[in-house]
């Protein structure tokens, strides 16, 4: 099982709307990560969990909030988002943080901001 | 500056065409995966290549990491419509404090 989880697959929220976006992993990986990823880009890491800790936040604004309930599990709360942040975001998870494992990508929460 | 160069950005080609797409760096990486991804869903992982000069084949797939590990080339035999998606490389190495660095991605469409 290389499955990746994510929820909603859709979400449209208003500017003023408190949402979350789930993420599940059953394969035993001790590293999430979530990306955004605008059309016809390449993904930007946003944050990265390593052992239910947080372990990078590239410089994300705090409307976006990570949470990291137990291993199998990572969620990531918006609140007062701007239309700009419209995007596909991308949760995905790995065996280890660095040296060379392999990323798992999950389908993806397409988010319109309204 | 894209630390990973991805070429060519768009491709166009008929079914039954070969193509390659290459991904370099100056930098030298631990490990290099190729993803394809399709309008709306997440990036699938291809292959993974650790070994500088390893070539992995998937089918009508052939991956190559090149010998200073700092280069990789994904080449496509007698593409079909369903290889139609965005193809991106992705390495990984402490030059990068083991973030995963993605290239710009190569838009593929095979016509029929």
């Known amino acids: 099982d290389t499955e990746v989880t994510q929820t909603p697959k859709h979400l449209v929220m208003g500017m003023t709307n408190k949402k979350s976006l789930k993420c599940e992993q059953h394969m035993g990986h001790r590293a999430m990560y979530w990306y955004k990823q605008k059309a016809k880009k390449p993904p930007e890491l946003m944050f990265v969990y390593s052992y239910e800790k947080l372990s990078i936040n590239e410089s994300v604004p705090s409307r976006f909030s990570p949470e990291c309930p137990n291993s199998s599990l990572l969620n990531l709360h918006l609140h007062a988002l701007q239309p700009e942040d419209s995007a596909l975001y991308l949760c995905a998870s790995s065996q280890s943080w660095g040296m060379g494992t392999e990323a798992f990508f999950g389908q993806g929460t397409r988010l319109t901001v309204v | 500056t894209q630390l990973l160069e991805q070429s060519p950005q768009f491709l166009s080609i008929q079914e039954g065409e070969n193509l390659t797409v290459y991904c370099n760096s100056s930098s030298v990486f631990s490990s290099l995966q190729w993803y394809r991804q399709e309008p709306g869903e997440g990036p699938v992982l291809l292959v993974t290549?650790?070994?500088?000069?390893e070539v992995k084949k998937l089918k009508r797939l052939t991956f190559q990491f090149g010998d200073a590990r700092k280069d990789s080339s994904l080449h496509i035999t007698a593409a079909q419509p369903g290889d139609t998606g965005l193809y991106l490389c992705a390495g990984e190495g402490r030059e990068y404090g083991n973030k995963l660095v993605f290239g710009a991605g190569t838009i593929l469409r095979v016509k029929s």
């Open positions: 290549v650790v070994t500088g000069g």
